[in-house]
């Protein structure tokens, strides 16, 4: 099959912005090369070659070193979103879109939009239900979202009722503006996700149950495509039980997992390990910001003019938003 032009161009995009990535700046930086570079592996549908960048703990943005602005570092997060959403990894998928829905904003931007449309559908395949932003989210892009986009708000809706067929009903009606939005891949896989959920569900009220009435309660079209589903589900670990094919039962089981063995203590050690690091950055950082001369210089003119309350002016500080926002 002969490969697009745009493919192949991407294809041989990815290692040269790879390498500018490693030569500008630091690990540490983000950089104007950073979004380039993962959208070329999205274009080149090469997702797991974008690992490698989108892995790195990242924290730190310098205009004066990089020539970064604030659209890169949003387009960065939300191409890092759709990256690991077209990998099933969910759970970084959120965490992408979070953060460019998230970052501190004078206004609403086309890249917060998007990311929350997928940050929507996302939610409800990995979790089921869409997670509260926070708080710092900018305050009016719920408001408008639901304003101007009012298939996600019911679709969503749609998926708390837990109908599979209602919910069909509202992807089909709105089959344009999801194909349009190229949302279309996430939207079904979250209708897939709502049959998934409906059998994991039926494991906290009952221990055995029969494949026809699993049927019947999750709406699946016949008791040949419950079993395959159930069976796919054992073997990825989504739930735990044993499918009796002779008298056409499923017995649920605990799980068996005791949280005893080198996995554990290897997640552990991992965990414990990204901890102290983390700290270590923070502390690092903390050092760097109280050696400032803006920061010192802030500090002498706060402790100079005195606060409208009458108080020292450390407590007015504490309380002034992220350095660098104007919202």
Do not use: W
Not at 280 to 298: C, P, Q, R
């Amino acid at each position: 099959m002969e490969i697009c032009r745009d493919t192949k161009q991407s294809i041989r995009a990815i290692l040269p912005l790879k390498q500018a990535i490693n030569k500008i700046g630091s690990g540490e930086h983000i950089t104007p090369q950073h979004h380039m570079f993962v959208l070329a592996c999205i274009t080149a549908k090469c997702y797991k070659a974008a690992l490698p960048i989108l892995e790195r703990f990242v924290f730190r943005i310098g205009p004066e070193l990089t020539g970064i602005e604030s659209v890169d570092t949003r387009l960065y997060f939300y191409y890092g979103g759709v990256c690991f959403a077209g990998m099933k990894r969910f759970d970084k998928a959120l965490q992408f879109f979070e953060a460019a829905i998230s970052t501190p904003a004078v206004v609403i931007s086309a890249i917060m939009v998007e990311a929350y449309k997928k940050y929507i559908l996302v939610s409800l395949c990995h979790k089921g239900e869409v997670p509260t932003l926070p708080r710092y989210t900018h305050a009016s892009l719920v408001r408008v979202f639901k304003q101007m986009f009012p298939a996600y708000e019911e679709f969503m809706n749609s998926f708390a009722t837990r109908s599979v067929e209602d919910l069909s009903k509202v992807a089909e009606n709105h089959a344009e503006q999801f194909t349009k939005d190229k949302n279309i891949g996430l939207v079904k896989q979250a209708i897939q996700a709502l049959y998934r959920q409906n059998i994991q569900r039926l494991t906290k009220t009952y221990i055995t149950l029969s494949l026809q009435s699993i049927t019947e309660q999750t709406s699946l079209p016949n008791i040949s495509e419950t079993e395959r589903r159930v069976f796919r589900m054992i073997q990825n670990g989504q739930v735990f039980a044993t499918i009796n094919q002779k008298d056409g039962m499923v017995e649920f089981l605990e799980n068996p997992e005791k949280y005893n063995n080198n996995k554990t203590l290897q997640y552990l050690d991992r965990q414990i390990h990204q901890s102290i690091t983390l700290t270590n950055v923070v502390t690092k950082i903390d050092e760097e910001i109280g050696l400032e001369d803006k920061y010192l210089h802030k500090i002498i003119q706060a402790e100079r003019t005195p606060s409208r309350f009458g108080e020292g002016a450390e407590d007015e500080i504490g309380h002034q938003p992220f350095p660098g926002y104007h919202g």
